[in-house]
């Protein structure tokens, strides 16, 4: 799902929530134009409870290394 966000900085690719997992890709800074007068951030986003998101990591391995590094970020502070 497309999605915009007014974030004062770019969304992380990976997060995790109380009880929900985001996986957002294709992540673009998106200026005010003369057409649109949107000023934030634009990203392909799916979501998945963490359950989902365990089935999905165990079929296809993807986003290990970078769902590592987040779990560090939060755990470390």
Excluded: C, H, S
């Amino acid at each position: 799902m497309l999605v915009r966000g007014t974030q004062e900085r770019q969304p992380l690719a990976l997060e995790f929530g109380k009880d929900t997992v985001y996986v957002r890709k294709n992540i673009r800074r998106i200026e005010k134009t003369a057409e649109d007068d949107f000023e934030g951030w634009e990203y392909e986003e799916n979501t998945f409870t963490y359950p989902e998101y365990v089935k999905k990591q165990q079929e296809d391995g993807d986003n290990v290394k970078l769902a590592l590094a987040e779990l560090a970020e939060i755990v470390g502070g």
